[in-house]
């Protein structure tokens, strides 16, 4: 089975960047990144294809999230512009457990079988 490895978290201030990766063990399917803020439920970020050409963001992260991957590299990443406050969370990558096809995208946490152990984002004004 597949492991992620997520890395790329920290301790940054509100406006900053940072860049997210996701580190698969072998080749995966469709791909999204998820966060848990404390206290709250997990969140959909972003999820992209297998061939990278389909993305999809949630509402509260679109323009400022960029989802892409590397399949030559197996990695995912999640670039993170203007940092804000409410973005303080741990941030999951995961992938669909079988093959989805290459255009297919989800938001649908079920949908994904196997998860990383997060990287912790936390902002300070």
């Known amino acids: 089975q597949v492991q992620l490895v997520e890395s790329g978290g920290g301790f940054v201030q509100a406006g900053a960047s940072l860049r997210l990766s996701c580190a698969a063990s072998?080749?995966?399917?469709?791909m999204a990144w998820f966060r848990q803020a404390r206290g709250k439920e997990r969140e959909y970020v972003a999820a992209?294809?297998?061939?990278?050409?389909?993305?999809y963001y949630a509402d509260s992260v679109q323009g400022r999230f960029t989802i892409s991957r590397d399949n030559a590299k197996n990695t995912v990443y999640l670039q993170i512009n203007s940092l804000k406050l409410e973005d303080t969370a741990v941030y999951f990558c995961?992938?669909?457990?079988?093959?989805?096809?290459?255009?297919?995208?989800?938001?649908?946490?079920?949908?994904?079988?196997?998860w990383g152990q997060g990287t912790q984002v936390t902002v300070s004004s």
């Open positions: 995961a992938t669909t457990k079988g093959w989805t096809g290459s255009f297919y995208v989800t938001s649908n946490p079920n949908e994904y079988g196997i």
């Open positions: 072998g080749g995966t399917s469709t």
């Open positions: 992209i294809s297998q061939n990278g050409r389909n993305t």
